[in-house]
Structures are given as C-alpha cells and as structure tokens.
C-alpha cells in the first residue's frame, strides 16, 4: 500500500517545546505531503517536499525525507497551543494522494 | 478559507431518505475529489474527478453517486444509507499540473444516518 503512516498516534507536549512526527511508506514516490486538520475540519495543505529533496522549511516546520527508508519527519518548532491539530503524511505516486490515520498531537498552555 | 466551499455542513437523515451534498472549489482547479473520514480510520478516497471526468471510484458501493457538471461543481447524491455511513465527508480539488499537486479542501459535511 502507498499509504503513509504516522507515528506516533498521539503526542502531547508544552508549549514551547518541539514535535516530531514520523511518516513511513512502502512504494516508490513523486513527493511527500504534510496536512493539518483541526478538529472536524477539512485538511490544509502543509508543505511539500519532492523525492529528490532532503530538507525543506517552511516557517517554523521542517520536513525530512529518506527515500531509502521510505520515510519522513514533520518537526513543529517551539510549539504553540493553536497548533494542535491532527497532522498526516500523504505519499503521492501516480494521481492519488493516500491518507493515513494521523498523529494527533496537543499542546498545553 | 481555502477556496473550497461545502454544503451542508451538518445533514441528519434516514435511511429512506434522498439527499445531496454539493461541494464548489473557486480556485480555478481541474481535479476535484470525495473523500470519506471515520473515526479512527485513515482518510478514504471516495471518487476522483479531472476535468469532469471520473477517473477512480474506489469501490464505492452505489448508494453514493457522484455528479461533476462543471469543472467548479461536484456533488455526492445520497440514497438508502446505512447507519455505517455516518462520517465526514470532505470535498478537495487540486490544479493537477504536473508538479503541483497539492489538495486543498472544503471543511466537510458532517453526515449522521439514523
């Protein structure tokens, strides 16, 4: 399956401190998507990194990926309470994005 | 806003019911797409439409069927649901330039099935 799976399920943290979150998949890629949905919404697009990339930032995010290992990291730095929110990894191959079940992180005041 | 607009929010209907969800994207985008969210299960990928014409349907038993008059349109048509069915649904488009293939989406129709 193309589908990307998020680890850990749940991860609570203060503010100010940082979250990582882990992406793995198993088939080739075109590129990799990070989403944010808040409770009962719909996803916002987060980032995009492509197969030949390593590295990208955006803001206080920094994605990772390792396409010999078939995985990414989503780093959230010094974390806010308004970034709690449910985060997924989407791996994109042919025309499909395919969702996993997120990780579902909270941050405390 | 992302640009992509769904309606109704919130829709509680029987079983014998008939009802229509519509989902309109003014971002000028050429894919639009359907997806099914549950609890605590991983998004579903429902329908796949490029250019007003479907292009996946993931086994999607018939009592939902998709409509895409337009390219900014798409609805999901409702009938004889299970209780089973009760999820989020959420509408996406993307432009499908190759290369740029980020979804943007709705903020859902939160459907109940009594």
């Known amino acids: 399956s193309q589908q990307g799976e998020e680890d850990p399920q749940a991860l609570s943290i203060q503010e100010g401190e940082n979250a990582t979150m882990n992406c793995s998949y198993k088939t080739s890629i075109n590129n990799l998507q990070w989403y944010r949905q808040n409770s009962g919404r719909g996803l916002v697009h987060l980032i995009l990194i492509r197969s030949n990339e390593r590295e990208k930032h955006s803001g206080r995010l920094r994605v990772t990926l390792d396409t010999s290992k078939k995985s990414s990291s989503l780093l959230i730095t010094a974390s806010r309470a308004a970034d709690t929110a449910s985060y997924f990894c989407?791996?994109?191959?042919?025309?499909?994005?395919?969702f996993g079940t997120g990780t579902r992180l909270q941050v405390f005041p | 806003e992302t640009g992509v607009t769904q309606t109704p929010r919130h829709l509680v209907m029987g079983m014998t019911n008939k009802k229509s969800l519509k989902c309109e994207q003014h971002l000028g985008h050429n894919a639009m797409y359907w997806y099914k969210q549950s609890a605590k299960k991983p998004l579903e990928l429902m329908f796949v439409y490029n250019f007003k014409e479907q292009t996946e349907n993931n086994s999607v038993p018939s009592r939902f069927s998709p409509e895409c008059p337009n390219s900014s349109h798409l609805f999901l048509h409702l009938h004889t649901l299970q209780p089973e069915d009760s999820a989020l649904y959420l509408c996406?488009?993307?432009?499908?330039?190759?290369?740029?293939?980020?979804?943007?989406f709705g903020p859902g129709t939160r459907l109940t099935v009594l």
């Open positions: 989407a791996p994109h191959n042919t025309d499909k994005l395919i």
């Open positions: 996406a488009s993307s432009p499908r330039d190759r290369g740029h293939n980020e979804q943007f």
